[in-house]
């Protein structure tokens, strides 16, 4: 099966859950809020940070206040601040007062305010845009082991020197970003390894580091392992396992591996053989650009019915 070319992630911004992979720049975004019936009083009675993680924005924003006025140094209160600014949940949206607000967190040493800080910086937002001062918070928050700002470093390590890549430092961030959770640092060593760049060429690490990218919901991490497993690359060969990964990667929208799990439905390899199945999957593939000749010669083989199912498969994927 023909490898994708894929390249090394660009720089991601994401929160402490993981933001969606196979994107080159990625915002901070908090996950959407789950809003369950609570008890009377709950507002009252909860702390900021609890009334966040159950939606109740506005309640977070008037209780971190409040510990922010009994205490000048409570900077983790002053993160979830500018979180809320950031994101216009609980307060008007506002990336200045955002900016504003991370900044005296991170000034207190907190490596989440640290992070966000350096990522506003990076992007101009609601400050002048400045790499280096971003690098320099990133640094800060790296100093307190925060997997995303250790994996930005070393995209900035093979970014911000054209010409002259620091792969080997790149790969020492990466190794650090990975151990302390990053899926995106995971999958950034699958690539070094692979192409072998910062360390020598090492397939069974390439595989290694894909698949912990896989498991941590990297959808670039599960293509390039369900690779691996179908061509015994690194690894057992185990086409059913390189399915289920294409699978799981094709219903997050990936294409490549829409085109690759249509294959294999398509062929009955690793998965029992579903040919309206593997069509809806090369129409969802096909219409992002990826074009394949053999399967198009299967959709010619569908009934009318047959196509009509696939046609309103692609439509309820698509959300129609």
Same mark, same amino acid.
């Given at each position: 099966?023909?490898r %994708?070319?894929?390249a090394?992630?660009?720089?991601?911004?994401v929160?402490?859950?993981?933001?969606?992979?196979?994107?080159?720049?990625?915002?901070?975004?908090a996950?959407?809020a789950?809003?369950?019936?609570?008890a009377?009083?709950f /507002?009252?009675? &909860?702390?900021?940070?609890?009334?966040?993680?159950?939606?109740?924005y #506005?309640s977070?924003?008037q209780? %971190?206040?409040?510990?922010? /006025?009994?205490?000048?140094?409570?900077?983790a209160a002053m $993160?979830?601040?500018?979180?809320?600014?950031?994101?216009?949940?609980?307060?008007?949206?506002? !990336?200045?007062? &955002?900016a504003?607000?991370?900044? +005296? =967190?991170a000034d207190?040493?907190?490596?989440? %305010?640290?992070f966000a800080?350096?990522?506003?910086?990076?992007?101009g @937002?609601g400050v002048?845009l400045d790499r280096?001062?971003?690098q320099k918070?990133?640094e800060?928050?790296? /100093?307190?082991?925060?997997?995303?700002a250790?994996y930005?470093?070393?995209?900035?390590?093979?970014?911000d020197t054209?010409?002259?890549? @620091?792969?080997?430092?790149? $790969?020492?961030y990466?190794?650090?970003? =990975?151990?302390?959770g990053?899926? @995106?640092a995971?999958y950034? !060593?699958g690539? !070094?390894?692979?192409?072998?760049?910062g360390?020598?060429?090492?397939?069974?690490?390439? #595989?290694t580091?894909?698949?912990?990218a896989?498991?941590?919901?990297? *959808?670039?991490?599960?293509?390039?392992y369900?690779?691996?497993?179908f061509?015994g690359?690194? $690894?057992?060969?185990d086409?059913a396992?390189?399915?289920?990964?294409?699978l799981k990667?094709?219903?997050?929208n990936?294409?490549?591996?829409?085109?690759? %799990?249509?294959r +294999?439905?398509? &062929?009955?390899?690793?998965v029992q =053989?579903?040919?309206?199945? &593997?069509m809806k999957w090369? !129409?969802?593939a096909?219409a992002?650009?990826?074009?394949?000749?053999?399967l198009d010669?299967r959709l010619t083989?569908l009934s009318?019915?047959q196509? #009509? $199912? *696939?046609?309103?498969?692609?439509?309820?994927f698509?959300g129609?």
């Amino acid at each position: 099966m023909r490898r %994708a070319a894929l390249a090394l992630a660009a720089l991601a911004f994401v929160s402490a859950a993981h933001a969606q992979a196979n994107s080159d720049l990625r915002p901070t975004q908090a996950p959407e809020a789950v809003k369950p019936p609570v008890a009377p009083g709950f /507002e009252e009675a &909860a702390d900021p940070f609890a009334a966040y993680q159950r939606g109740f924005y #506005a309640s977070a924003f008037q209780l %971190a206040l409040k510990r922010v /006025e009994a205490n000048k140094t409570d900077a983790a209160a002053m $993160t979830l601040l500018g979180q809320l600014y950031r994101e216009g949940s609980g307060a008007p949206r506002d !990336l200045k007062e &955002a900016a504003r607000w991370f900044r +005296l =967190a991170a000034d207190l040493g907190d490596a989440n %305010a640290a992070f966000a800080y350096g990522v506003a910086l990076l992007k101009g @937002d609601g400050v002048s845009l400045d790499r280096a001062a971003a690098q320099k918070q990133f640094e800060r928050a790296a /100093e307190k082991g925060h997997a995303e700002a250790l994996y930005n470093l070393g995209v900035m390590a093979i970014e911000d020197t054209p010409g002259a890549p @620091d792969f080997r430092k790149a $790969t020492d961030y990466f190794l650090r970003g =990975a151990a302390a959770g990053s899926a @995106d640092a995971a999958y950034s !060593l699958g690539v !070094l390894y692979h192409n072998g760049r910062g360390v020598d060429h090492n397939d069974v690490e390439a #595989a290694t580091w894909f698949k912990q990218a896989a498991e941590g919901d990297n *959808v670039p991490g599960m293509v390039e392992y369900a690779i691996m497993l179908f061509n015994g690359e690194g $690894t057992l060969k185990d086409e059913a396992g390189a399915a289920r990964w294409f699978l799981k990667a094709a219903q997050r929208n990936n294409p490549v591996a829409q085109n690759r %799990a249509a294959r +294999l439905l398509a &062929a009955g390899r690793g998965v029992q =053989a579903n040919l309206v199945e &593997a069509m809806k999957w090369h !129409l969802l593939a096909r219409a992002r650009g990826i074009q394949d000749e053999w399967l198009d010669g299967r959709l010619t083989q569908l009934s009318a019915s047959q196509r #009509a $199912t *696939v046609e309103e498969a692609v439509k309820k994927f698509n959300g129609g």
